[in-house]
């Protein structure tokens, strides 16, 4: 694939850290998709380790992992090794890196290569933004200097970037989710709520809006679906509050769960809730939008502008309570037309704005401007 490809086509290395699941990897892998079906010969390109989520799918040759652990410092050069003689035999035209500890390893491993590609670079943790002290965060900086365009995930994180960065400017540029059947809705309504387990994410705010919604009478489930955080006891004490709130019987918090598995809950939902209290543009968002859920979602990050200001969706504010929470979500569940239209407005704007398709265009559209450009520089 890398050897016989035609030479005309725009040539583009997508790179994080590892493909394991969560937004930004999926994001990552999502782009790769997108613009192999627009005729660029894309790569992506796994710093550490590809993960299940690549090795699952159909599509693993379009991917290479280059086998870097973070605790083991020979290895990381090995794979900066590795990188650079990918770059050096595939001769890209583009590398977008996401992720911020992502970054500095392409920098460094270019380092004095002649006719390096241009670099665009994507900083998609909303909670922390330049966040490194001391030689970390000199390092972050002149690899933010080395790329031609730098972007956040969202208006907020663009604009904290490109103030602590001291950057002349920074884009926008938001993620794209595939194209996919409208969920078949089962009674009674199931909630969804999709996120990483942990408190930046809000999840006990669902918790105790249910409390609030089995007092008031209604009838409901609610499934909580995401990754626990490493190292951290939350995911039990987030189990341990449901059973507190005697609501084991109607909410399911099985953790992570594979594609087959999350498909199966996703394609019974009626209604999609996100509770963070801090985000760029979650992917989880976007994919039960996708799916024509009923929204109703904190206004963080530009969860406005996926929602269209409020009109594909009902946003609540960003440190809403849980009975304001209930509230919101006992209009949906008492009126099903109310679901159903929101669902289908929430659908129309994925499809239009946030598919991969879109997302994949909007990306080929920044690497052909700044190719035509003779000159370098965070533009």
């Given at each position: 694939m890398i050897d016989g490809t035609p030479r005309e086509a725009l040539r583009v290395l997508q790179?994080?850290?590892?493909?394991?699941?969560g937004g930004a990897q999926r994001q990552a892998f999502n782009l790769v998709l997108g613009l192999d079906d627009l005729g660029v010969n894309v790569l992506g390109v796994a710093v550490r380790r590809l993960g299940d989520f690549v090795r699952w799918n159909r599509w693993q040759s379009k991917f290479v992992e280059l086998g870097a652990d973070r605790h083991r410092p020979l290895t990381l050069l090995r794979a900066a090794y590795r990188f650079r003689l990918l770059v050096r035999r595939w001769r890209p035209d583009a590398i977008h890196v996401?992720?911020?500890?992502t970054l500095p390893f392409v920098c460094y491993a270019l380092r004095g290569t002649r006719n390096r590609p241009r670099i665009f670079f994507t900083w998609q943790d909303s909670g922390r933004v330049l966040h490194q002290q001391g030689h970390a965060r000199k390092r972050m900086l002149r690899a933010l200097a080395d790329c031609?365009?730098?972007f956040g995930s969202s208006s907020d994180v663009a604009s904290r970037l490109m103030e602590a960065g001291r950057l002349p400017s920074v884009g926008i540029f938001h993620?794209?989710?595939p194209e996919s059947l409208p969920a078949r809705p089962v009674a009674p309504p199931l909630i969804l709520w999709i996120g990483r387990l942990e408190p930046a994410k809000g999840p006990e705010l669902l918790v105790r809006a249910a409390s609030e919604l089995r007092r008031l009478g209604v009838s409901f489930r609610v499934a909580m679906i995401g990754r626990p955080h490493p190292g951290s006891s939350y995911f039990e004490e987030l189990r341990d509050l449901i059973r507190q709130k005697g609501l084991d019987d109607l909410i399911a918090c099985p953790g992570y769960v594979d594609d087959e598995g999350l498909e199966s809950w996703i394609s019974q939902a009626s209604i999609g809730v996100q509770s963070s209290r801090t985000e760029g543009l979650s992917m989880a968002l976007l994919e039960q939008m996708m799916r024509g859920l009923a929204i109703v979602a904190t206004d963080v990050g530009d969860t406005s502008v996926a929602l269209d200001g409020g009109r594909c969706g009902i946003l609540i504010p960003r440190e809403a309570d849980p009975v304001?929470?209930?509230?919101?979500?006992e209009e949906l569940i008492r009126d099903p037309e109310l679901r159903r239209t929101l669902g289908?407005?929430?659908?129309?704007r994925a499809i239009a704005k946030f598919s991969i398709q879109a997302m994949a265009q909007r990306a080929h559209r920044i690497y052909e401007r700044a190719l035509r450009s003779p000159t370098m520089g965070t533009s």
């Open positions: 790179v994080i850290g590892s493909f394991e699941g996401q992720g911020s500890d031609e365009e730098v993620g794209g989710v304001a929470l209930a509230g919101r979500l289908g407005w929430a659908r129309e």
